[in-house]
């Protein structure tokens, strides 16, 4: 699939009411698509990148607010909803997170719920612990709602018992861009949910204050996005609970150019993680025309262990796992090369299901001309079985430099390590695990630091988790 809106973005499109072109006006006509349409799964989410007026502190946040409705025979369904709201110090690489519930808790019945959102327009409230969090569209001096312009008020507390405050205001410089273009109008397939509603915002401007344990300033921001997904039904629908099928990565990106894209990637556990639909890029031109296509790579550069500091109730992986780190996107239709680096190292969320979420820089061409920019990196695709690391192990050392005293080079220990993949195909999980310790520790340990300390830890958790396979 690759696609260009047909024609470009209305001239009058900053008012209201607005329907976003191409699409079903029932369920994309704003501001009523911003608020509660009735949904089984509502979710709202903005990233920013923010400066400190006066200190010149570079940051960022991520802000998540989701309901699910929850059917349960012939009784009416229940409400299970959380709040995420996370800190990012651009500067040193540290964040602060902070995840508070609202789940049913059967036998007792709630005569209230903490987080609320309005029918018509947008306004949603999580009752936190540190008080009201509230995401609200503006308001003109006569009370009418102002097009596409948007007041925060998030509080919280990190995991560090540092106390979390953002007002911010947040204007959108373009217009709502469906996901998918003109090929999906919007409708996309997430979790197994074939009519998954979705579009996006980008080309925010901020101003407000931000204090976060001892720092106070008011904040700018340059760059964002605004995500609204819902479906008919939940996104636990079509999956177990720990989500073992359905796990996704997703790349969010700002160019310097002024170009904003969206790049969704889905994979199917049960089927050797292939991706499956929609797994595409939804890219916005400066001028808020879409482009959307499907030929798109992603080149894992490197992986990060995950250090285990944050956890669902019931993780995934038993023992350990490791994440996407470092990639190149390569976007044919777009000329479009990118390599991102992250800002913060394992930026992990506290989510019902592993959920990594953090800033990266930007660096690459488009077009033939140099950019530069930045983004977001969303993942719950784990690597934790030993197939996976077997996996993890071969990139890792392909992208290790040739040369040094070692006998074998980099790439032939990497096509070593792949010949595990026959015998764990053969549920030969014994035999792996003795070719690895004949075949290729001998070489891993002539390697030249420092990509032998890198490559034998995960060749150490490959054995380990070979011997409790």
Not at 56 to 62: H, M, P, S
Request: aromatic letters at 10%.
């Amino acid at each position: 699939m690759s696609s260009a809106a047909a024609a470009g973005p209305a001239r009058d499109w900053n008012r209201y009411p607005y329907v976003i072109p191409g699409c079903d006006e029932r369920w994309f006509t704003l501001p009523a698509a911003e608020g509660d349409l009735g949904m089984g799964a509502n979710t709202y989410f903005l990233e920013t990148r923010l400066r400190g007026v006066k200190s010149g502190r570079e940051l960022a946040f991520l802000v998540i607010f989701a309901a699910m409705r929850v059917p349960i025979g012939p009784l009416p369904p229940i409400q299970a909803s959380f709040f995420i709201l996370s800190f990012f110090d651009l500067s040193n690489g540290t964040y602060g997170t902070m995840t508070e519930f609202d789940l049913p808790r059967p036998p007792r019945i709630r005569r209230q719920h903490r987080l609320s959102v309005s029918r018509g327009l947008l306004d949603v409230r999580f009752q936190g612990s540190e008080g009201q969090a509230r995401w609200s569209s503006r308001r003109d001096a006569a009370g009418a709602p102002v097009p596409f312009s948007y007041a925060l008020d998030l509080r919280g507390r990190d995991r560090e018992q540092r106390p979390m405050h953002l007002s911010l205001d947040v204007v959108s410089q373009k217009p709502p861009a469906p996901v998918g273009g003109d090929e999906l109008h919007g409708v996309k397939t997430c979790c197994a949910q074939l009519g998954t509603f979705s579009y996006f915002q980008t080309g925010l401007t901020a101003r407000g204050r931000l204090g976060w344990g001892d720092f106070e300033d008011d904040v700018e921001g340059d760059c964002g996005w605004i995500d609204r997904q819902y479906a008919h039904e939940h996104f636990g629908a079509y999956t177990d609970r720990l989500n073992t099928r359905n796990r996704h990565e997703w790349r969010v990106l700002h160019l310097d150019n002024g170009w904003d894209l969206s790049v969704w990637s889905q994979y199917d556990a049960q089927r050797g993680d292939r991706p499956i639909p929609f797994s595409g890029v939804t890219a916005q031109a400066p001028d808020g025309e879409v482009r959307t296509t499907t030929d798109f790579q992603i080149e894992r550069l490197s992986f990060v262990r995950d250090p285990r500091c944050v956890l669902p109730e019931k993780p995934l992986a038993p023992k350990l796992a490791y994440l996407t780190d470092r990639f190149h996107l390569r976007v044919r239709s777009l000329g479009l090369s990118v390599t991102a680096e992250p800002y913060v190292s394992a930026p992990a969320h506290l989510m019902p299901v592993e959920y990594w979420n953090g800033p990266v820089r930007l660096i690459g061409e488009m077009a033939g001309r140099s950019v530069s920019g930045f983004g977001f990196h969303e993942r719950s695709k784990l690597y934790w079985q030993p197939h996976d690391l077997v996996f993890v192990l071969r990139e890792t050392l392909l992208r290790l430099p040739p040369g040094g005293a070692a006998e074998l080079s980099p790439e032939a220990l990497a096509n070593r390590v792949w010949q595990c993949d026959v015998l764990l195909a053969r549920r030969d999980q014994a035999g792996a695990r003795r070719h690895l310790l004949s075949e290729v520790a001998p070489g891993l340990a002539m390697l030249p630091a420092p990509g032998r300390e890198v490559v034998g830890r995960i060749f150490d958790d490959l054995l380990d988790v070979l011997g409790s396979a």
